[in-house]
């Protein structure tokens, strides 16, 4: 047992060294104080941690320290004003980066991130991505998320849940009717440029998915949430089928049934027909068929029934008819 107390130290020290020394390098300069305050520790042991990155290091080709092999510290800084200063750091800085044209990609993936209500702390997210600025091999491209009419409605929707309180807005269905609902926000989800609300409804007490672009007058209320993303596991679909789901038979390119597998019943067979492939989806009504379409051009027809097939032909010759005038 004695062997292992002086072990578990030195364990507990180097642990203690591979936090610190990544947090200094993210503060150009601290103090020893608000180091100590940071990690919970007593100032000496900062004090003391330091002067043993100050002697730390990668033995060069020569197998001997050389100089630029060891940590070096700002000393008068550091012996005079109690400020840590790190002027030369070795092998941690050696890790590969991330190139300027990957970090812009990751910075933009991470301000689409933050403007999903489940990710209303952005503490983490303006900490990542201020690091990935700093970090790339080369200054990452100026990218920004390009704003949409969704913007006021994602940010209605994260305030609700950094509130703890539930929305209320009007809703027209696919059906064409004006609805009043109150819905608890569990996830914000995109397909293309369509952003969908899925939330816990309290009058059907369920699960339901809402079109944003179909939501007026959204507000945050003052009822308490009854459900939270984290009591009510959602279903991978976007899109649950229902007995009320109406049937319809399409034919589209090989390869595209990625792009409308939300749709698919669990029951459906797909054939064959020439260089096309044939199947069914459901739809919870015919007009929404019509944007699913005009989605996919050249890519999914609708075979039947007649009823759909007109429909989507009538919007689609208004909307061309438009273009013509």
Do not use: C
């Not at 993303?229 to 009320?244: C, I, Y």
């Not at 589209?252 to 409308?260: D, F, T, V």
């Not at 739809?283 to 009823?307: D, F, N, Q, S």
Request: glycine share 6%.
């Amino acid at each position: 047992m004695a062997d292992r107390v002086p072990a578990q130290l030195a364990t507990d020290k180097l642990a203690f060294l591979l936090s610190l020394i990544p947090w200094l390098m993210d503060h150009d300069q601290v103090s020893v104080a608000d180091a100590a305050a940071h990690f919970g520790v007593p100032e000496a042991q900062i004090r003391a941690s330091v002067r043993l990155i100050a002697v730390s290091g990668v033995p060069g080709e020569t197998s001997q320290y050389q100089h630029g092999d060891l940590f070096d510290i700002a000393w008068d800084r550091f012996e005079e004003h109690d400020e840590i200063v790190i002027t030369n750091l070795v092998a941690i800085d050696d890790s590969p980066r991330f190139s300027g044209r990957e970090a812009a990609a990751l910075i933009a993936g991470l301000q689409y991130l933050s403007a999903l209500p489940e990710n209303a702390d952005r503490a983490a997210i303006d900490s990542l991505l201020s690091k990935l600025a700093r970090g790339s091999s080369s200054a990452p491209s100026l990218v920004a998320v390009e704003s949409s009419a969704a913007d006021s409605a994602l940010a209605t929707i994260r305030d609700a849940v950094r509130a703890g309180v539930a929305v209320g807005f009007d809703y027209i269905n696919a059906r064409g009717e004006h609805e009043q609902r109150l819905v608890d926000p569990l996830r914000i989800e995109s397909v293309d440029t369509d952003w969908y609300l899925r939330g816990w409804d309290h009058s059907r007490e369920a699960v339901r998915t809402f079109r944003l672009d179909r939501i007026s007058h959204l507000r945050a209320t003052t009822e308490p949430l009854r459900r939270t993303a984290r009591d009510v596991p959602l279903p991978e679909k976007l899109f649950e089928g229902s007995s009320d789901d109406l049937p319809v038979t399409i034919e589209m390119a090989k390869g595209a049934s990625s792009l409308i597998a939300d749709y698919l019943a669990d029951d459906s067979v797909t054939t064959t027909v020439g260089d096309r492939e044939r199947t069914t989806i459901r739809v919870t009504h015919y007009h929404g068929l019509k944007r699913l379409i005009a989605g996919l051009p050249g890519l999914v027809t609708v075979v039947e029934p007649a009823e759909a097939r007109a429909i989507v032909e009538q919007w689609a010759t208004a909307a061309a008819a438009r273009y013509a005038r």
